[in-house]
């Protein structure tokens, strides 16, 4: 089973920006599509970002197109969440998650999931 691992998360002020990392564990980490999703509190779970294999096509919420870049580099496992611009309805716990094969925003399509980093907004 794969092991995915947040970081970077914090508090900041609007405007700011932020930095996520998501480590996997194992060597086949370039099969597979990652995305990053966010949970404020007493709402749903939403979709943020996706980056199929190679990083090469991506898919951004509406909320954070302009402000927000995912990338990967498949030789370090990880995927990356470039937050700038930050505002404070950004503020949730952001998690990484890989499906094998789904790109796109459907939360159940993913298999795999972190353990969430929290990210906070001030204004």
Do not use: H
Not at 7 to 36: E, P
Not at 90 to 106: E, I, K
């Amino acid at each position: 089973q794969v092991q995915l691992v947040e970081s970077g998360g914090g508090l900041v002020q609007a405007g700011d920006s932020l930095r996520l990392s998501c480590t996997a564990s194992g060597r086949t980490f370039g099969t597979y599509v990652m995305g990053w999703f966010r949970q404020a509190p007493g709402k749903e779970r939403e979709f943020v970002a996706t980056a199929t294999r190679n990083g090469g096509n991506t898919n951004y919420a509406d909320s954070v197109k302009g402000r927000f870049t995912i990338s990967r580099d498949n030789a370090k496992n990880t995927v990356y969440l470039q937050m700038n611009s930050l505002k404070p309805e950004d503020t949730a716990v952001y998690y990484c998650a890989a499906s094998t094969g789904y790109n796109g925003p459907n939360i159940q399509s993913y298999r795999y999931w972190g353990q969430g980093t929290q990210v906070t907004v001030s204004s």
